[in-house]
């Protein structure tokens, strides 16, 4: 639990990987599906809970 405050390990890297146009095309088609927002919200949510209560 102590590593959750250090701020370097919770900062969004840079990558050096080139852009896949085709998996974002899929990946903005996805969330523009409601059922599919609902479901991944739903699953982030349980996914957290589980997490803090371990």
Known sequence: MGD?????????QQDKKEIDAEAIRQYRKKISDETYLEH???RIATDLSHYLTK
């Open 40 to 42: 991944a919200i739903t």
């Open 4 to 12: 959750l405050m250090k701020k370097d390990d919770r900062e969004i």
